[in-house]
């Protein structure tokens, strides 16, 4: 059996040997030796390097033993990530009203929340390095607290603009290393759709809060306070949770085949070659289309997602004229179905159907589900029927996030590179399309959303499709 150890070296430079160690009896001496980096003549590079693939050992909710708190941290932090990008949609219309400005202007929130995402997607790989897992969780759920002070004070607009960045930086932050965590455990699909399912449930009582508060003269930036608190909480238990991480998930974040690279190669290679080829991950991240085409499939499921949730609170009020209160709690039924979906379908999906067949079968049903709530002038029905395109939009990102952690379409060691720029098309993608919707909306009407989304929910299922049968032809 061999053990799976690390040798820290100057300048944030690690290399990693496999050592032999005795099992049972004891063994000869000439097999107790440790295995050298150079490869004997008479046993070939292939052979040498073939002898030294380290044993896998799953992990578990108990394997490492602080891995369970872990868990109940990522899903406080997804429930609180939700919980805040929920309120814009019910909060909007006060918004504007608040600061005299129509919704172009108001949706710049959502644009500087992107810009946070994205600023973060090309420095995800040093922060890490930079703080360790056990700062890095606290230190974005700060940037998200330094949002909601910023916002529940009611300040000047602009100032409310850039406080939604650093929610951006700091959801970004978390969103990925969150992901790439729970992507690593033995039963991925299942806490992904609990990790999920908690944003979903965030966000459905979110606007309830929300809308309860406004109807009773509460102002609207007041609502914050209540999320600054709950992020607070998140911090404290990723702070504690995440203790020794760095040492006791290392086997499930290092990378087997720079490991093997690394140690099979000449022991007189320079550092500077070493860090040569550390600081190129964030290139072949950028260099595999496969990162890019999730990240568009990101985009446009995100998108779709974000500008039906804010999207029905308005169509209710300006095309339907039903009442205020009722109108906030139409987005509430649209993240029921969104939870209830990643949590009571995801794991049937992903293990009778599959990632690509489930994605479009669900996709289709989302696209009859949204055009029934369109066409149907009946306020009973368009709550089933938005309640049921909750219901099934929301396998998507769980089955996006367990599809692009299955073993060989993205390398190990770019996962969590990618996995950022995912998130960050994403939260763009929740950004930029409402915007875009609204912008063509003024000119030609409501049904300019009903086409987009159809368009953006064809053509994440066609990049699904292509990135399947792109892994058949390897």
């Known amino acids: ?29 000439q097999q107790q030796e440790s295995v050298s980096t150079t490869t004997s003549p008479s046993i070939s590079p292939q052979s040498s390097i073939d002898s030294q693939q380290p044993i896998e050992t799953l992990m578990t909710a108990n394997y490492p033993p602080k891995n369970k708190y872990r868990i109940i941290s990522a899903v406080m932090f997804n429930f609180c990530a939700g919980f805040s990008d929920a309120a814009p949609g019910a909060l909007l219309p006060y918004i504007e009203k608040s600061y005299n400005v129509n919704y172009a202007q108001a949706s710049c929130i959502w644009i500087s929340n992107a810009v946070g995402f994205i600023s973060v997607a090309s420095l995800s790989h040093k922060i890490q390095h930079w703080l360790g897992k056990r700062y890095i969780y606290p230190f974005g759920n700060l940037l998200s607290c330094v949002m909601y002070g910023i916002v529940s004070s009611g300040t000047y607009f602009p100032f409310i603009v850039i406080g939604f960045f650093f929610g951006g930086l700091g959801l970004a932050i978390c969103s990925a290393q969150c992901n790439v965590f729970l992507s690593r455990l033995d039963k991925q699909s299942a806490y992904l759709s609990v990790y999920h399912g908690a944003y979903g449930l ?76 550390q600081k190129s991950i964030m290139i072949l991240a950028l260099q595999n289309h496969i990162t890019w085409l999730i990240s568009f499939f990101c985009l446009f499921y995100q998108g779709s997602e974000v500008a039906v949730s804010g999207w029905i609170t308005t169509f209710m009020l300006e095309y339907r004229n039903a009442d205020r209160k009722l109108s906030g709690y139409f987005s509430s039924f649209f993240w029921i179905g969104l939870t209830l979906g990643r949590l009571l379908l995801t ?26 709530t369109w066409a149907i002038k009946n306020t009973t029905i368009e709550a089933i029927t938005v309640s049921l395109a909750g219901l099934f939009i929301g396998p998507n990102f769980p089955l996006l996030v367990t599809f692009s952690a299955s073993r060989g379409l993205l390398p190990r060691k770019i996962q969590l590179v990618s996995l950022t720029i995912m998130t960050a098309y994403g939260s763009s993608g929740g950004a930029l399309q409402p915007f875009i919707v609204w912008c063509f909306t003024a000119k030609i009407g409501y049904i300019c959303r009903i086409t987009c989304f159809f368009d953006y929910l064809f053509n994440y299922g066609y990049i699904m499709d292509v990135i399947t049968k792109y892994r058949k032809a390897e």
């Open 1 to 29: 059996m061999r053990k799976f150890s690390t040798v820290t070296v100057e300048g944030d430079l690690w290399s990693v040997q496999f050592e032999r160690r005795q099992s049972a009896s004891v063994e000869p001496p």
């Open 202 to 277: 965030g966000a459905t009582i979110s606007p309830l809060i929300a809308t309860s508060m406004v109807t009773k003269g509460i102002k609207w930036n007041y609502f914050y306070f209540i999320a600054l608190g709950f992020m607070f909480a998140t911090g404290v238990s990723f702070y504690f949770s995440f203790e020794n991480a760095d040492d006791d998930l290392k086997p499930w974040y290092d990378h087997p085949e720079v490991i093997i690279e690394m140690d099979s190669m000449n022991s007189n290679r320079n550092q500077a070659q070493v860090s040569s080829s």
């Open 347 to 372: 794991t049937p999906i992903h293990r009778f159907i599959g990632c690509r067949r489930g994605v479009f079968i669900i996709s289709i049903l989302s696209i009859i589900l949204i055009g029934l």
